[in-house]
């Protein structure tokens, strides 16, 4: 089934209820919402010449448009390929040119960034900034019928970086899509009609993929004027638009119960939080509860198992008669229903409780596997179930704790970074004989990124070369904030660098 089939579904349903909303303004009905789509997905297999399984990018701040995008690729066929807004022109290039994307929507902020990337990406062709009149032309015309679609036809292609340095793109379907969707219903909320979802997130992440959950119930989505994260701005919308869910990274939860605005919130406001992407501290939480009421439910997933491994449910918060309940709200909460989660050794045996293993998932939102990346593929995807890299136990109750992020990986602001994409840039330089990248708490930020830097003999360097030399590869939020250069990098017998040891050195 075509994914878009939830919109249709909607416009059916509740054609004459607000589907979007920018700002405190209502845009567009969800009938008119699908007529549109309809009518520009005519325009993206006609004026442009795409065919079913071709991917269509876009990288877009937050904006109502972004849903218009999705779903007339969703109608025509198509296959989105979401980018992050943060990435670097290099960054762009390679998932542009990896994907071999031949359309890329944009909003204007982006325009000339993407317009660079797109130099070494052969196979994009058209670029469509959406404030133009290129773009409005798109909802003039008839509308067409709904592209036929596999279950297993790709449907939204992302792009998570990897510990080799190179991103690689998830290939979701619209099978794995609908089996998250109906996830949502099962254990997070099942939103009422008229409800509404405030996408402060990124649009290209997991508040993006929280959208059809909320199209398929009628829910009003609402895009911030000012098109990112802004705690007066994001209670005002909440007061505006009532019984508003919300997906927040835990440091976004944590900026907003510390901002006086929150002060502001109505009663009714605030129907659900759901935050995932990072470790929440047990302290926040509990005075996020405290603040705000039994409204937060949090998310593990990975990009190749999107936002559904465990949940820790709106009930279990509340549990605080449990004897423990501090370790169930420190916890990844139980197993989704619409997946198997096993914490096993390296042989794949399953480890007795209590015990640390890696986590491994099956079922219908486990990814098809990696765009052309058959070596990446063939080491994730064993016998069925996803290898996820990140490590854990399970308790006597059956909460999953995790115990390590892939083991290396830094989370800052809920965004993921891997060292070695960081490393690899580094080591550009002529002057680094080495370099090992870990994170460091941060009290806002929940980690930042240091790096540890040998000078080859008889070279100087400075911070502000290599902070330069990142600002010129990689996304600015990746960078180093700090560098601390050493005369040697500690190792073990294998030669292998122990940042388990660097970390005692921040």
């Known amino acids: 089934m075509n994914i878009a089939h939830l919109l249709l579904g909607s416009a059916q349903e509740f054609r004459d209820h607000t589907a979007l909303a920018r700002g405190g303004e209502a845009y567009l009905s969800y009938r008119d919402l699908w ?26 701040t937050n904006c109502v448009e972004s849903i218009e995008v999705m779903y ?70 008839d509308p067409v019928a709904m592209a036929d679609a596999e279950p297993t036809d790709p449907a939204w292609l992302f792009y998570t970086s990897g510990t080799t340095g190179r991103p690689k793109g998830a290939i979701l379907t619209h099978r794995n899509l609908l089996a998250m969707t109906l996830n949502y219903y099962a254990d997070v909320d099942r939103p009422p009609a008229g409800s509404s979802m405030v996408h402060a997130a990124p649009i290209s992440h997991g508040s993006g993929l929280w959208n059809f959950p909320m199209v398929t119930r009628g829910v009003v989505q609402v895009f911030p004027d000012s098109g990112h994260y802004d705690v007066p701005e994001t209670v005002a919308l909440m007061n505006r638009w009532p019984d508003c869910s919300i997906f927040l990274a835990p440091t976004m939860v944590k900026r907003l119960i510390e901002h006086p605005a929150v002060a502001d919130l109505k009663p009714g406001a605030l129907r659900l939080i759901s935050y995932g992407g990072g470790p929440m501290y047990v302290s926040d939480l509990k005075h996020a509860i405290k603040l705000l009421g039994n409204k937060l ?23 605080t008669d449990h004897p423990r309940y501090e370790e169930h709200l420190a916890s990844a909460g139980l197993p989704d229903t619409c997946v198997e989660v096993r914490v096993v050794d390296e042989d794949g045996k399953r480890v007795p409780v209590g015990e640390v293993g890696e986590i491994i998932v099956k079922g219908d939102t486990v990814m098809a596997g990696y765009w052309n990346n058959a070596e990446a593929t063939a080491k994730s995807l064993r016998h069925g179930w996803l290898w996820t890299g990140d490590v854990g136990a399970f308790d006597e109750d059956g909460f999953l704790t995790l115990k390590d992020r892939s083991k290396d990986m830094i989370i800052s602001g809920g965004t993921n970074i891997y060292p070695r994409e960081i490393e690899d840039v ?40 290599l902070d330069r030399l990142c600002l010129d590869n990689i996304a600015r939020f990746k960078r180093p904030k700090d560098y601390k250069f050493v005369d040697a990098l500690p190792k073990n017998n294998y030669g292998k660098i122990l940042k388990t040891e660097l970390r005692t050195k921040l």
């Open 297 to 319: 439910c949090q998310l593990y997933g990975q990009g190749e198992s999107p936002m559904t491994i465990t949940h820790l449910s709106l009930d279990m918060h509340a549990e």
């Open 426 to 465: 580094l080591n550009l330089h002529p002057a680094v004989a080495e370099c090992s990248v870990v994170g460091r708490p941060h009290p806002e930020w929940g980690e930042e990124v240091v790096a540890f830097v040998v000078t080859r003999a008889g070279a100087t360097l400075t911070s502000a070369e």
């Open 35 to 60: 007529r549109k789509v309809s009518v520009m997905s005519a325009h993206l297999t006609g004026r442009f010449g795409l065919a079913r399984g071709d991917r269509v990018a876009f990288a877009m």
């Open 72 to 141: 007339a690729i969703w109608h025509a066929g198509l296959c989105a390929v979401p980018m992050n807004a943060k990435l670097h022109a290099k960054e762009f290039t390679f998932i542009l040119d990896n994907s071999g994307a031949r359309l890329c929507f944009v909003t204007p902020d982006l325009a000339d960034t993407i317009a660079e990337a797109a130099r070494e990406a052969p196979s994009l062709t058209q670029i469509v900034d959406v404030t133009t009149k290129s773009y409005a032309s798109m909802a003039v015309g």
